[in-house]
DNA sequence: TATTGTTATACTCTATAACTATA
DNA sequence: TATAGTTATAGAGTATAACAATA
């Protein structure tokens, strides 16, 4: 009896995780739907091009393309052509970098952190209304609890990048 | 000094919902690249395949073309495309609908509903194991508050489309 | 007329690999 | 040799619109 509770605990365990992903997944996805969406039509941006303004508007210093691919976490080429797009639009440049010539320092030009802040702003607006089936107490609450996944999920990599060494 | 209080307490409100929103969504597609990669290494799948499969095997009785559409939310050509594809591989059949001659009844073949669950099982464990940063408890606690959320989602959209009507 | 499904097309997002110019 | 960035290409994933067959 012992051995037939603790396998049906283990399946109820491995149901519950489906569960719990799929409902999650579920509501992420929805979720940057309506996000992309609106970025589309109310600014004609996309996620991430939203992303690396995001990411130059935090620094005020600029980053390079490495630094931008490594913070967004997708490869160099992909980076390239953003910034072309957004350097087109007179929204970021890309200045010489000062102690390594293969290299450059994107940053917002003064019309891009404007463009930038106004997008963020509406942008929050929106987060807080798709947020607001919780109140700041359950917010408060998965907020710590995704920490913890963050953790477990990064000594996961770390345990299979050690492997694979 | 009221008036402060209730302004930084929604300022602080939104920074929460931000920071909740991107610390989710982080934890989101870190799970869902590994899904994939690992989809596509060890089976030579691809998730809405999988997910395509995943939404016959509940239904013996098979789904319509529209009906994938609807469960999958996404446009029709993209079903299309994927049905082709597995049909070709003999994971599923279209069969004529009973009462519909402009209708499919799509369903698993045998060896797609044994190919599935094979799948399924291994599949099982990847989630059961990235979502070990979290205790029993904590997984019905996420479960729970989801669901919540994903009313309210359902609400939102609701009231958008009335007011679209 | 409205609906089911297909076809054709295009766009976003991504990865990989070969390339250049510096380091 | 190694690194920063670019270019070219390929593939996944998606949406849109025009179309044929049937309701």
Redesign the interface.
């Known amino acids: 009896m012992a051995l037939v509770d603790a396998e049906s605990r283990v399946l109820d ?2 149901h ?6 799929l ?10 739907n309506v996000i992309r969406q609106k970025l589309r039509s109310e600014f004609g941006t996309t996620l991430p091009r939203f992303d690396l303004m995001a990411q130059l508007d935090r620094e005020s210093e600029g980053l390079s393309m490495g630094e931008l691919s490594a913070r967004m ?1 997708v490869t160099g080429g992909n980076v390239t052509g953003i910034v072309d797009q957004l350097e087109g639009e007179g929204m970021v440049v890309r200045e010489d970098h000062p102690s390594d010539r293969r290299a450059y320092r994107v940053r917002l030009t003064p019309a891009g952190r404007r463009q930038f802040r106004r997008m963020a702003a509406v942008h ?2 929106w ?8 109140n ?1 107490a ?6 710590g ?9 990064a000594a ?1 990599e770390e345990t299979k990048r050690q492997e694979s060494a």
Chains 1, 2 share one sequence.
């Open positions: 365990d491995h519950q995780a489906i569960k719990l992903w409902r999650m997944l579920a509501c992420t996805t929805r979720i940057e976490m929050e607006t987060i807080v209304e798709l947020f607001d089936g919780w700041a359950q917010k408060t609450q998965v907020h609890l995704f920490a913890t996944l963050k953790q477990h999920l996961l």
